[in-house]
């Protein structure tokens, strides 16, 4: 059965710094990978995928993933976060076409520091 | 705005009560998916169906029951209810088996 590991819970960082969102998976098949975003009191919301191709994904809002099979990994990425991106960042893992439940992380907070 | 609608936006109701989560998906979308998120359990899968019928059962207790209708909206009655039930629970929808699900503002269920 797949798993999903986010390593932080929260992640502080500065304005205008960079910050990468770790997450590791687990699965004994081939895997569909996602990053969702929860922004305060609303629902959640796609940031980018993964199901197949190359293994560096965009997404909105200037984000981006790499797809590292060898270390079970889909981090998240982004240059220079802004105020607007205090959210809680959620990775997701589905079997894809196996099965169609799609596997949460705990979420990790971003908080963005002035 | 996902497109997805969620009712009612909040629901304060007692121990040992009954209620019924409507949700409509988007426009053309034949799959719903029921999650749950609390703070200690995190977001987890209850069920999903596909035009009409139960298509993946996640973590969803025997006192919780859904249903897709004809028209594709989907309704979650949760039943019995106890204090651990108090959760957000959110509705999402897709296209079609396995593609990527867009997810409606939630309903705030508090258990007194």
């Known amino acids: 059965a797949q798993s999903v590991t986010q390593l932080d819970s929260q992640v502080p960082v500065f304005e205008e710094a960079p910050v990468e969102l770790r997450c590791n998976y687990s699965?004994?098949?081939?895997?569909?990978l996602f990053w969702y975003v929860q922004y305060p009191n609303q629902g959640l919301q796609l940031l980018l995928k993964?199901?197949?191709?190359?293994?560096l994904v965009k997404g909105i809002n200037g984000f981006e993933a790499e797809f590292n099979k060898s270390q079970t990994s889909f981090h998240l990425r982004k240059p220079s976060v802004h105020i607007s991106d205090t959210a809680e960042y959620f990775c997701?893992?589905?079997?894809?076409?196996?099965?169609?439940?799609?596997?949460f992380g705990k979420g990790t907070r971003l908080h963005i520091l002035p | 705005d996902s497109g997805v609608t969620q009712t009612p936006k909040h629901l304060i109701t007692a121990t040992g009560q009954r209620v019924t989560l409507r949700c409509s998906p988007r426009?053309?979308?034949?799959?719903v998916y029921w999650y749950q998120q609390s703070l200690d359990q995190g977001l987890q899968f209850l069920i999903q169906?596909?035009?009409?019928?139960?298509?993946a059962k996640g973590n969803i207790l025997e006192r919780f029951s859904a249903q897709q209708f004809p028209d594709l909206h989907s309704e979650l009655n949760l039943s019995s209810l106890e204090l651990g039930d108090s959760a957000l629970y959110f509705c999402?929808?897709?296209?079609?088996?396995?593609?990527?699900?867009?997810f409606g503002p939630g309903t705030r269920l508090t258990v007194l």
């Open positions: 999402a929808s897709s296209v079609g088996l396995s593609d990527t699900q867009y």
């Open positions: 426009s053309g979308d034949l799959s």
């Open positions: 699965s004994s098949v081939s895997v569909y």
């Open positions: 993964y199901l197949s191709g190359s293994t």
């Open positions: 169906y596909y035009n009409g019928e139960e298509r």
């Open positions: 997701a893992v589905s079997e894809g076409v196996r099965d169609d439940k799609i596997i």
